[in-house]
């Protein structure tokens, strides 16, 4: 993969952690399961344990709330070294 086409699936990338920012935020909002907030949020200890069932006790919702406010910083670093680099596009 050549420099452009890495630039583009990396803005690529960035908008789909956006997107799955913006749906946790919503979720957040109306307090529903706290794993799918979990899972979206997807920079904690329990994207996977949100996502499959298994051996581990669900995501409470404050839980829900620490994942979704570490997603944001994630993405908020991420987009600022995005835009130093000049790599946001606009839309």
């Given at each position: 993969m050549?420099?452009p086409?890495?630039?583009?699936?990396?803005?690529?990338?960035?908008?789909?952690?956006?997107?799955?920012?913006a749906?946790?935020?919503?979720?957040?909002?109306?307090?529903?399961?706290?794993?799918?907030?979990?899972?979206?949020s997807?920079?904690?200890?329990?994207?996977?344990?949100?996502?499959?069932?298994?051996?581990?006790?669900?995501?409470?919702?404050e839980?829900?709330?620490?994942?979704?406010?570490?997603?944001?910083?994630?993405?908020?670093?991420?987009?600022?070294?995005?835009?130093?680099?000049?790599?946001?596009?606009?839309?």
């Open positions: 050549n420099e086409e890495s630039q583009k699936e990396a803005q690529l990338w960035l908008r789909y952690a956006k997107e799955d920012l749906a946790a935020e919503g979720l957040i909002e109306h307090i529903l399961t706290p794993r799918h907030v979990c899972f979206l997807q920079q904690s200890e329990w994207a996977v344990e949100a996502r499959y069932p298994g051996d581990w006790p669900e995501a409470t919702i839980e829900a709330r620490e994942a979704l406010g570490l997603a944001r910083e994630v993405y908020k670093y991420t987009a600022g070294d995005f835009e130093e680099r000049g790599m946001i596009e606009d839309g």
